[in-house]
Nanobody
Framework: QVQLVESGGGLVQAAGDSLRLSCEAS????????MGWFRQAPGKEREFVAA????????DYADSVKGRFTIFRDNAKNTVTLQMNSLKPEDTAVYYC????????????????WGQGTQVTVSS
C-alpha cells in the first residue's frame, strides 16, 4: 500500500498568481513509482495534468498546462510537487496526486494509488 496526502491547495484571488501543491507518500518504496497529478472540475471527468517518471528524468504535461506548470519529485523526502504559475480560472478543480508502479502514463485508470485531493480555486 502507498498512502498519498496532498497539500497546498487554496483560493487564488487573481488570475496569473501561483500556487504550489505537494504530495507526500508513505508506505512502499516511493522510488519505484511514477507519480502523476490529475484534476477534476465540477461536472467534468478527471483529467491528466502532469506526470513524472520514478527517477524524475521524464516529465509529461497536458497541453493546457504546458509552460505554466512544473512537476518535480524528491525521492529522499518521498514527495512530488506541482508548481502552478500563471493560473487561470479554468484551472479551478480538485487536484489529485497518484502513484503508479513502473512507467508513468497519462491514463488515470492505470494508476494504483490516489490521494484524497486538494481544492484549487482561481478567481476570475
Amino acid at each position: 500500500q502507498v498512502q498519498l496526502v496532498e497539500s497546498g491547495g487554496g483560493l487564488v484571488q487573481a488570475a496569473g498568481d501561483s500556487l504550489r501543491l505537494s504530495c507526500e507518500a508513505s508506505g512502499r518504496t516511493f522510488v519505484n513509482y511514477a507519480m502523476g497529478w490529475f484534476r477534476q472540475a465540477p461536472g467534468k471527468e478527471r483529467e491528466f495534468v502532469a506526470a513524472i517518471s520514478w527517477g524524475g528524468g521524464r516529465t509529461d504535461y497536458a497541453d493546457s498546462v504546458k509552460g505554466r506548470f512544473t512537476i518535480f519529485r524528491d525521492n529522499a523526502k518521498n514527495t512530488v510537487t506541482l508548481q502552478m504559475n500563471s493560473l487561470k480560472p479554468e484551472d479551478t478543480a480538485v487536484y489529485y496526486c497518484a502513484a503508479k508502479w513502473g512507467d508513468s502514463t497519462v491514463i488515470p485508470d492505470q494508476y494504483d494509488y490516489w490521494g484524497q485531493g486538494t481544492q484549487v480555486t482561481v478567481s476570475s
